[in-house]
């Protein structure tokens, strides 16, 4: 309930003695219609002649603090107190006054005691409910409304308040997560009046946060004829079809939200316009729009700087979203938005050390609230400490045959540093010969590395190993960096020692590889994406390869993923020793691949990941021939923190295999992130 309808309807109450005073009867009409201007101006007048007149008085105060002057009220009303004591209409009103003032712990501690005064007092009642209301106590609140009601069952400004308090304890328990409880009070309001538009329109927000579109757009539907609240149905209706994946209908809508805009709703529907611009990749006219709109509303800077930040962060100009973030927060240090997308950009731009700082700064603004917390704990997620391991075996048909297991452990001592340490064995053998010493090999690998982000454009990191092999130990060693060369690629320069393991006579041979690797990453707005991949490898043995892989594919869909595309590989050998591994001078495979995932699905139960690929290869002057693969895994996420899949692959691509046979692989991989924080 408002201030100026908690005075008046305190007036309401106390009417019967002051229209007792029938010289005074102007200056009550004038309270009661809110001419408080005039009235202040009456009383003050009269007062030139009746100067202790404690009605006129009372009015006076009361004219004054509904005027906009509190203190002065404050001022009549302690005068009055000094003369009644004991007055408990005084004593209501100072109470109010406080109110007036925006000081509401004081009013509230007045109308405490009032209300141990008199118990059934409606006024003391309702104004205790009022002003822990405005302290945001609204289980107090709601309280005291409820014996306010008692006491008044119909009365039509404490139903009014009750409304308010319902809404506001709804938006609490809406922001930090608590949705049911949220729709008990938003349906509390619209058991009262089923035809509330507010209950109706923040009910259908909820929905539509809870993903229930069609109760969201049930409501909508009936709000758009509504002349205060069409405006917020449309704009609610396009955020329920971008929900959807509708965006072309989201931007008609927003449109429909303009053409029924007037001068209080027009920004709001325009800035609805630019984000359904964002929605369907239009960037261009978005940040045009919004260059309009600031020279058409000049007052609205937060809206509009609000508006660049996201779209920049939707366009993936990550560092351009974080610098607009940062302007509204000089503006307004406290905002939300300001605050939660300027962790989000950094956050994409890799540098989690800001993103921490401003996640915690919006909790310390909003205490609990669901989407601050959920993406701390997110940051959280992909730096807390993990172990990974892995169990996998294979064979290809050529009898070899292998064992695996690999421990991996990660932590991050700084949200821009990694660390991690790996113990990986390998047993081979060939399943056509008898498995004895000779025959069966392990290998045994420990491996320490570390990473670091520099800053949003540079990554880079390094591992050293040491490999226990049948023909002694030896030292190999990792060196990577990854480059962020604008808002859509991704440059990595690599460098990798490894030890060829893949059967016994090549563990026997000692072989070991430098690989030199340059990959390059393209992802479009328009969802087309290019990977490729160039290796340079030399081999202990005087043999070196060249090798060029290129993945070209369409995002069809985001989430799931669903990929479709074309693959080509192609690698030859200086040398050509078959007798030793597969080496052609020269190789080549085409392929047609589709891909699909939920991985990334953050409330999924049952995750999966699956790719199919066929097409041909081509080795050497031999006639091309048909290859195949697919690879599919599917588990079960028993929590965000905990995973397993089962695996399995086959191909029968040379690509696949160091000796070019048709190659199996099965296993069990799985993931536990340890919710203890290392920082």
């Known amino acids: 309930m408002s201030i100026r309808?908690?005075?008046?309807?305190?007036?309401?109450?106390?009417?019967?003695?002051?229209?007792?005073?029938?010289?005074?009867?102007?200056?009550?009409?004038?309270?009661?219609?809110?001419?408080?201007?005039?009235?202040?101006?009456?009383?003050?007048?009269?007062?030139?002649?009746?100067?202790?007149?404690?009605t006129a008085l009372l009015c006076y105060g009361r004219a004054l603090g509904l005027s906009g002057n509190?203190?002065?009220?404050?001022?009549?009303?302690?005068?009055?107190?000094?003369?009644?004591?004991?007055?408990?209409?005084?004593?209501?009103?100072?109470?109010e006054a406080y109110m007036w003032s925006k000081d509401y712990s004081i009013a509230k501690s007045h109308y405490e005691e009032l209300v141990k005064r008199d118990s059934t007092s409606f006024s003391a009642n309702l104004g205790l409910a009022n002003a822990n209301s405005e302290l945001k106590d609204y289980d107090s609140a709601l309280k005291y409304i409820g014996k306010a009601l008692e006491i008044q069952p119909t009365n039509g400004n404490a139903l009014t308040s009750q409304k308010f308090m319902f809404l506001g304890k709804s938006a609490v328990m809406m922001g930090i997560g608590r949705r049911d409880q949220s729709e008990i009070l938003l349906k509390k309001i619209l058991e009262n009046n089923p035809e509330d538009e507010d209950g109706m329109i923040n009910l259908a927000t909820l929905y539509s946060i809870m993903g229930k579109y069609k109760e969201a757009l049930g409501f909508y539907e009936r709000l758009l004829k509504s002349e205060s609240k069409k405006v917020d149905a449309a704009i609610g209706t396009a955020q329920v079809k971008n929900k959807q994946k509708k965006n072309k209908e989201a931007l008609e809508w927003m449109q429909k939200a303009i053409d029924m805009s007037d001068s209080t709703s027009a920004f709001k529907a325009q800035m609805g316009y630019v984000d359904?611009?964002?929605?369907?990749?239009?960037?261009?006219?978005?940040?045009?729009?919004?260059?309009?709109?600031?020279?058409?509303?000049?007052?609205?800077?937060?809206?509009?700087?609000?508006?660049?930040?996201?779209?920049g962060i939707w366009s993936k100009g990550f560092k351009?979203?974080?610098?607009?973030?940062?302007?509204?927060?000089?503006?307004?240090?406290?905002?939300?938005?300001?605050?939660?997308?300027?962790?989000?950009?950094?956050?994409?731009?890799?540098?989690?050390?800001?993103?921490?700082e401003y996640v915690r700064k919006t909790l310390g603004y909003y205490p609990g609230q669901i989407d601050a917390s959920q993406f701390l704990d997110r940051l959280y997620m992909g730096h807390d400490p993990n172990f990974t391991p892995k169990v996998y075996f294979s064979r290809?048909?050529?009898?070899?045959?292998?064992?695996?297991?690999?421990?991996?452990?990660?932590?991050?001592?700084?949200?821009?540093?990694?660390?991690?340490?790996?113990y990986y064995q390998r047993e081979v053998y060939n399943i056509n010969q008898e498995r004895n010493d000779q025959n069966s090999l392990v290998v045994k690998q420990i491996t320490v590395g570390a990473s670091k982000r520099q800053n949003g454009i540079l990554k880079y990191g390094g591992a050293l190993s040491l490999i226990q092999a049948p023909q002694g130990s030896s030292l190999v060693t990792d060196v990577n960096t990854e480059w962020k060369a604008g808002k859509y690629q991704i440059i990595e320069l690599n460098y990798r020692g490894e030890l060829q393991t893949f059967n016994a006579d090549l563990i026997n041979q000692n072989l070991k590889q430098k690989n030199f690797n340059l990959n390059y990453n393209l992802f479009l707005p328009s969802k087309i994406g290019l990977y490729s991949q160039i290796i340079r490898t030399q081999i202990s043995d005087g043999n070196n390869r060249n090798l060029i892989f290129a993945s070209l594919y369409y995002l069809a869909f985001e989430a799931p993923v669903f990929k479709l595309g074309v693959n080509y590989g192609g690698f030859g050998f200086k040398n050509q020793v078959p007798q030793l591994y597969f080496s052609p001078d020269k190789f080549r495979n085409y392929e047609l691949f589709v891909a699909a995932e939920n991985l990334g699905k953050p409330k999924t139960k049952f995750i999966y990941q699956a790719t199919f690929a066929k097409g041909l290869q081509k080795i050497?002057?031999?006639?091309?021939?048909?290859?195949?693969?697919?690879?599919?895994?599917?588990?079960?996420?028993?929590?965000?923190?905990?995973?397993?899949?089962?695996?399995?692959?086959?191909?029968?691509?040379?690509?696949?295999?160091?000796?070019?046979f048709t190659y199996n692989e099965w296993g069990i991989n799985a993931g536990w992130i340890i919710n203890k924080h290392t920082f």
């Open 5 to 54: 309808t908690s005075a008046l309807l305190f007036f309401l109450f106390t009417s019967f003695l002051l229209k007792a005073q029938s010289p005074l009867t102007p200056g009550f009409t004038m309270l009661e219609t809110g001419k408080f201007n005039d009235a202040k101006a009456f009383f003050e007048h009269y007062l030139e002649s009746d100067g202790q007149n404690p």
């Open 70 to 95: 509190p203190t002065k009220a404050l001022e009549v009303f302690g005068d009055l107190k000094k003369k009644s004591p004991d007055s408990y209409e005084v004593a209501l009103n100072i109470a």
């Open 276 to 311: 359904a611009l964002g929605w369907n990749k239009r960037f261009k006219e978005a940040f045009q729009k919004i260059s309009e709109l600031e020279q058409t509303f000049p007052k609205e800077k937060e809206g509009t700087l609000a508006a660049r930040g996201r779209l």
């Open 320 to 356: 351009v979203g974080a610098g607009y973030y940062l302007k509204l927060l000089e503006i307004s240090p406290k905002s939300f938005e300001g605050n939660l997308g300027y962790a989000d950009a950094n956050h994409a731009m890799g540098m989690d050390n800001k993103s921490f």
């Open 396 to 422: 290809d048909n050529g009898g070899n045959a292998s064992q695996n297991i690999s421990l991996k452990g990660s932590l991050d001592p700084s949200p821009l540093i990694n660390t991690f340490v790996q």
């Open 620 to 660: 050497s002057s031999e006639k091309y021939q048909g290859i195949y693969r697919f690879d599919i895994k599917c588990g079960l996420k028993f929590t965000p923190r905990l995973h397993a899949l089962a695996y399995f692959l086959k191909s029968n691509s040379a690509a696949s295999s160091v000796q070019g």
